[in-house]
C-alpha cells in the first residue's frame, strides 16, 4: 500500500518543487532525481509484489496486479531514463536559441505531472478515474507539444488537443454506459466503476449496452492508442515537440491508452457470448499496421518516419490482444515492453542526430557514423531492433503473433507479413544512408548522452534471448486474465 | 405523467433547441450565452431530478455545473474573447440550412442508437437519453463545421454538457469522485486552452484555424522549424 502512495505521490511532490525550482541551472537535476525516486518506489513496489503477490489497497480504489505491474514499472524506468536523456537535449537546444530557458520550468513541471498521470491511470482500479487521468495525460501533454512555439508546433498541439478532446469524450460516454449497466448488478454509488467489481460480475452485465459501450471505448482511447483513422494527431505532435516528449509519448502514453482498451475488452468479454470485442480490436489492428506500413515510404522527417512506426507497432500490438489466447496475449504485452523500451531508444538517437545535423529532414542527414559514432550505431541498432531482426525481443514477440495468427486467423498473415516487409524496405532504406552516406560535416566535440539508448537497447536484447521468470510469470497469469 | 417527468422532458427539450441554436449562432459572444444557458438548463433539470428521486448527491453535482458551466466557464470565454478581441465569426465550412439538415439526420440516429439502452434503463429521466446522445452529436457536427478556434472550443464544451446530461438521464449522475475529476479536467483544460490562444494569436495574428492546416507529411517544413529546409532542391522531393 504503501508502495502504491510513494510511486504516485513522488511524480506530484516533484512537480511541485520544480515548479518552485524553476529555471535555476540545477531544475534538470532535480527533474532527474524525481525521477529517480519514482522509479525506485515503483521499483520497491515491483519487489513487493513479487514477494506478496497482487494487491488492492486503500479502500479497493487502486489495484496491482500481474497486468499492469511491470507497465508501472516500464513507465517509471522510461520516464527516468528520458528524464536522463532530455537534460544535456534540453540544455542545448535552449543553447541554440529553439526555447528561452525560462519556458523549462514549464517543461519540467509538466513532466512530472503528465508521469503521474499515467502511474494513476495504470494503479486505480475505479474505471471512471482511468478516464480522468487519461484525460490529464493530454491535458499536461498539449503545453509540451507546443513548448517551441513554433506555428508547426501550435498547429500540432492543436490538433492533439482537439483530436485526443474528441476521442477522450466518446470513452466518457463508454464509461457512463458501462457504469449504466454496472449500476443494474452492483446497484448505485462509487464501487459500481471499481474493475475488480465489475469483473467479478462480468457475466451478468446487459450485453446490448456493453457492445455499444466498447465501440465507444475503443474509438475514444483507440484515438490515443493512435489507431488509423484516428492517428491524425500521432505523427505531427510527435515530430513537432521536444524530442523526449516524442519518446515518451511513443513509448508510454500509447501503452497506457492500450492498456484501457484492454480492461474494457475484459469486461466486454466476459458479457458477450461472441468474439465482438476481439473481431473489432483485430480490424482496427490490422488496418493500423497495413496503412502505416505504406504511409511509411513517404516520410521525409526522422521523427515522423518512427511516429508512424509505432502507429504499426500498436497496431500489431492491438491485433495481438483481438486474436486471444495465452500464445498471442503473452506475445502482445511483451512487444508492448519491447516496444516502448526500444522507441524510446531511437527517439533518444534521432533527437541527438537531428541536434548535430541541425534539420529532422531525412535527405539533409547523411554520415551520422562519422559526425558522431555513438549516435550512428544507437540509430542502427535501434532500427534493426524494431524492425523484428532477430535476437532483439521484437523479433520474439512478432514471431508469436505472427505463428499464433498463421493457425487461427490464417486470412490475417499475408497483410501481416507484406506490412512488415514494406516497413522493413521503408525504415531500413532511410535509416542506413542517414548513418553510413557520405557528410562533408566534421566530428563535433560534444559527448551525447548514449547511455540510456544502449541501456534500452541492452534490455531488449536480453528480453529476446531470456525473459526473467518472475516477468514470464507475470505475463502469463495476465494473458490469462485478458483472454 | 407526474409533473417532475414533464418538466424533465421540456428541460430536454429546451436543451435540444439550444443545441440547434448553437450551431446556427454565427455571433462567438451570442455562442457564449447559448452554452451558459445550456448549463443553466442542465442545472435546472438535474435538480428537477434530484427532487422527484430523492437523490441528495444530485444536489452536489446541480452545484457543481453552475459554478462551473454557468458562470466560470462563460466568464473565462468572455475575458478570453474581449482580450482577443474576435466578436464576429463570418463564415463555417457548410452554411447554415445544410449544416440543419444534417443535424436533423443525426437527432433521427440518436434518437435510434438509444432505443434499446433506454428500453433497459429504469430512470424517469430514460426518454431523455435520446435527446443526450442528440446534442453530443450536435456539438460534435459543431466542431467540424466551425473554421475559428473559439466556436470549436464551445462545441467541445458544449460536448460534454451533452455527456453530462447522458450522464443523469441513463444513471441518476455518475459517482461523485468521477464527476469531480472530470470538472477537474474541464476547468484544467479550458485554463491550458486560454493560454493556448494567446500563443496562437501572437505567432499567427489571428485565430483562424486555417493557418493550422500545414502539417502534411510531405510538406517543405518552414523556416524556424528546420535551419536546413532551403537546402533541399524540388527535384529530390517526394511525390
Known amino acids: 500500500m504503501i508502495g502504491i502512495v510513494a510511486v504516485l505521490a513522488l511524480p506530484l511532490l516533484g512537480a511541485a518543487v520544480l515548479a518552485f525550482v524553476g529555471e535555476r541551472p540545477y531544475a534538470s537535476r532535480v527533474n532527474v532525481a524525481a525521477s529517480l525516486a519514482t522509479f525506485l518506489a515503483a521499483a520497491g513496489l515491483t519487489l513487493d509484489v513479487i514477494a506478496h503477490g497482487p494487491q488492492v489497497a486503500l479502500g479497493r480504489q487502486f489495484l496491482v496486479d500481474p497486468f499492469n505491474v511491470f507497465l508501472v514499472a516500464l513507465t517509471a524506468f522510461v520516464a527516468f531514463t528520458t528524464s536522463v536523456f532530455s537534460r544535456p537535449y534540453m540544455l542545448i537546444e535552449a543553447e541554440h536559441g529553439r526555447l528561452p530557458v525560462a519556458r523549462l520550468r514549464l517543461y519540467h513541471g509538466m513532466y512530472q505531472l503528465f508521469t503521474f498521470t499515467m502511474l494513476l491511470a495504470l494503479l486505480t482500479n475505479n474505471v471512471g478515474v482511468l478516464w480522468v487521468a487519461m484525460e490529464g495525460a493530454t491535458l499536461t501533454t498539449v503545453l509540451l507539444v507546443s513548448l517551441y512555439r513554433t506555428p508547426a508546433s501550435l498547429e500540432a498541439a492543436w490538433k492533439y488537443f482537439i483530436l485526443c478532446g474528441v476521442g477522450i469524450a466518446q470513452a466518457l460516454f463508454g464509461t457512463i454506459l458501462l457504469y449504466f449497466a454496472a449500476e443494474k448488478v452492483l446497484g448505485a454509488g462509487g464501487n459500481a466503476l471499481l474493475w475488480t467489481e465489475l469483473d467479478a460480475v462480468r457475466g451478468d452485465l446487459e450485453p446490448t449496452v456493453l457492445a455499444i459501450a466498447f465501440v465507444f471505448l475503443l474509438v475514444g482511447y483507440g484515438t490515443k492508442v493512435g489507431l488509423v483513422p484516428l492517428h491524425n494527431w500521432l505523427p505531427d505532435a510527435h515530430a513537432e515537440g521536444p524530442t523526449p516528449v516524442s519518446a515518451v509519448l511513443s513509448g508510454l502514453l500509447l501503452n497506457v491508452a492500450l492498456y484501457a482498451v484492454v480492461r474494457c475488452k475484459i469486461l466486454v468479454d466476459g458479457a458477450l457470448p461472441g468474439a465482438f470485442a476481439r473481431n473489432l480490436m483485430m480490424g482496427f489492428g490490422l488496418v493500423s499496421v497495413v496503412v502505416a506500413a505504406f504511409l511509411l515510404l513517404r516520410q521525409r522527417d526522422i521523427k515522423r518516419l518512427f511516429a508512424y512506426s509505432s502507429i504499426e507497432h500498436m497496431g500489431i500490438i492491438t491485433f495481438a490482444f483481438g486474436l486471444g489466447g495465452p500464445v498471442a496475449n503473452f506475445a502482445g504485452l511483451l512487444h508492448m515492453t519491447v516496444h516502448s523500451l526500444t522507441k524510446s531508444a531511437i527517439f533518444f538517437a534521432a533527437g541527438h542526430a537531428t541536434q548535430k545535423t541541425g534539420t529532422q529532414i531525412m535527405q539533409d542527414i547523411r554520415g551520422l557514423v562519422t559526425i558522431s559514432p555513438v549516435v550512428g550505431w544507437g540509430l542502427t541498432l535501434g532500427a534493426l531492433a524494431i524492425l523484428g531482426m532477430p535476437p532483439f525481443g521484437v523479433f520474439a514477440s512478432e514471431f508469436l503473433i505472427l505463428t499464433t495468427a498463421m493457425r487461427e486467423q490464417p486470412w490475417a498473415t499475408p497483410f501481416l507479413l507484406t506490412a512488415l516487409g514494406v516497413a522493413f524496405a521503408a525504415i531500413f532504406s532511410k535509416v542506413q544512408p542517414m548513418v553510413f552516406g557520405d557528410t562533408t560535416a566534421t566530428r563535433l566535440p560534444v559527448r551525447p548522452a548514449m547511455l540510456p539508448v544502449f541501456v534500452h537497447l541492452a534490455l531488449v536484447l536480453m528480453l529476446g534471448l531470456w525473459i526473467p521468470p518472475f516477468l514470464a510469470q507475470w505475463y502469463r497469469s495476465a494473458a490469462q486474465l485478458i483472454g | ?239
Open chain 2, 1 to 239: 405523467m407526474t409533473i417532475g417527468a414533464q418538466l424533465i422532458n421540456l428541460f430536454a427539450a429546451i436543451l435540444l433547441l439550444l443545441a440547434f441554436a448553437m450551431l446556427s449562432q454565427r455571433r462567438v459572444v451570442s455562442l457564449i450565452d447559448l452554452f451558459a444557458a445550456q448549463g443553466l438548463v442542465l442545472a435546472l433539470s438535474t435538480a428537477v431530478v434530484a427532487y422527484t428521486t430523492s437523490q441528495p448527491h444530485l444536489y452536489q453535482s446541480v452545484a457543481l455545473t453552475l459554478l462551473l458551466k454557468v458562470f466560470l466557464l462563460p466568464w473565462l470565454l468572455y475575458r478570453m474573447v474581449r482580450r482577443l478581441d474576435v466578436r464576429w465569426e463570418f463564415e463555417g465550412l457548410v452554411n447554415i440550412p445544410t449544416t440543419m439538415l444534417i443535424g436533423i439526420v443525426l437527432v433521427v440516429f440518436a434518437f435510434n442508437l438509444a432505443l434499446p439502452i433506454s428500453e433497459i434503463a429504469s430512470t424517469v429521466t430514460r426518454s431523455t437519453l435520446g435527446i443526450a446522445i442528440a446534442s453530443v452529436m450536435l456539438s460534435f457536427l459543431m466542431m467540424i463545421v466551425r473554421r475559428k478556434a473559439i466556436p470549436q472550443v464551445i462545441g467541445f464544451l458544449a460536448m460534454e454538457n451533452g455527456l453530462f446530461f447522458a450522464a443523469t438521464s441513463a444513471t441518476y449522475g455518475m459517482p461523485m469522485v468521477v464527476e469531480l475529476g472530470i470538472a477537474l479536467d474541464v476547468l484544467v483544460g479550458m485554463l491550458i486552452l486560454g493560454v493556448f490562444f494567446f500563443q496562437i494569436r501572437e505567432q499567427f495574428d489571428s485565430l483562424d484555424l486555417k493557418n493550422l492546416e500545414q502539417l502534411r507529411d510531405e510538406r517543405m517544413p518552414r523556416p524556424g522549424v528546420s535551419r536546413k529546409a532551403q537546402a533541399v532542391s524540388p527535384e529530390s522531393k517526394q511525390p
